[in-house]
């Protein structure tokens, strides 16, 4: 590949050509990439602050349920959440926004299927087989009800 045009600098993580103003004076990467970066590393300490996961936990239990979550089964472009339960802080698995936040409202969408799963989730959690051992979220002292 021919070197980049006067202006402009390749990125050394995504590989494209991108005008000076997408970088700092010294860096090698954009600043497309360099935000991802510290979205990636701002989630991972916000997972392992609220729910006592580390990187390697999480995707340990993202493994163990192939990427899909553990209720609907469905794939997202987004990072399924971390559920847990308020009660015993026990963390529960991972779910898509829609099973964690609305699923008896939209999510089930009358899908017999669906809602046996959840009962089955609710019941044993696939975080405590993939990690081998039951996990809790750390005490932050707030009353949860």
């Keep these: 590949m ?25 860096g090698r990467i954009c ?7 510290q979205r990636k590393s701002a989630r991972d300490a916000r997972v392992h602050r609220t729910y006592g996961l580390s990187v390697d936990d999480y995707a340990q239990i993202f493994k ?3 990427g899909r979550c553990a209720i609907c089964r469905e794939t997202r472009r987004t990072n ?8 015993t802080n ?5 779910l898509c926004a829609r099973c964690n936040s609305t699923l008896l409202a ?3 969408r009358d899908r017999v299927d669906v809602l ?9 959690y696939p975080a405590w087989e993939a990690l081998g051992e039951p996990r809790y979220t750390p005490e932050t002292g707030r009353n949860d009800g």
Excluded: I, M, W
Excluded at 2 to 26: H, I, L, M, Q
Excluded at 116 to 124: G, Q, S
């Design 80 to 87: 399924l959440a971390v559920d847990h339960c308020h009660k």
């Design 31 to 37: 600043l497309d990439c360099r935000r991802a970066r």
């Design 64 to 66: 163990f349920q192939d």
């Design 2 to 26: 021919s070197p980049p045009k006067k202006g402009y600098r390749k990125c050394s993580r995504c590989d494209r050509n991108r005008a000076e103003r997408f970088y700092t004076p010294r």
């Design 106 to 108: 939209r999510g089930a």
């Design 90 to 94: 026990a963390v529960r698995g991972l």
């Design 116 to 124: 046996r799963r959840a009962a089955d989730y609710l019941e044993k």
